[in-house]
């Protein structure tokens, strides 16, 4: 059964950094896309950033670059989110979620993941 369990959420101020952690089990780590998915009240869900599982290459939406920074240790089976320089526009609800990396193009847009964890809220307050 795949599992994608988040923490690492929180209310920060604006300016602070929060880490994200996505421990998954399940499914061959290498083989998948592992990426954050944020949904805002009353916004569509946005792809926030990914890393293929196969080879470490990753992707940010152009919101995040340069203050989030994505990484995972296949070891443990782990994806991390490093979100620093948060600001009030980053509150949201953040998913990690998986997809086969060689079933879609990368970065997958969010309908197109298959799994995906219950989610941890990220509060930015100003």
């Known amino acids: 059964e795949v599992q994608l369990v988040e923490s690492g959420g929180g209310l920060v101020q604006a300016g602070g950094s929060l880490r994200l952690s996505c421990a998954a089990s399940?499914?061959?780590?290498?083989?998948?896309?592992i990426g954050w998915v944020r949904q805002a009240p009353g916004k569509e869900r946005e792809g926030v950033s990914c890393?293929?599982?196969?080879?470490?290459?990753?992707y940010y939406a152009d919101s995040v670059k340069g203050r989030f920074t994505i990484s995972s240790d296949n070891a443990k089976n782990t994806v991390y989110l490093q979100m620093n320089s948060l600001n009030p526009e980053d509150t949201a609800v953040y998913y990690c979620?998986?997809?086969?990396?060689?079933?879609?193009?990368?970065?997958?847009?969010?309908?197109?993941?298959?799994?995906w964890g219950q989610g941890t809220q990220v509060t930015v307050s100003s």
């Open positions: 979620a998986a997809v086969p990396h060689l079933d879609t193009l990368l970065p997958p847009r969010p309908y197109e993941y298959d799994y």
């Open positions: 399940g499914f061959t780590f290498d083989d998948y896309a």
């Open positions: 890393v293929d599982g196969s080879d470490g290459t990753t």
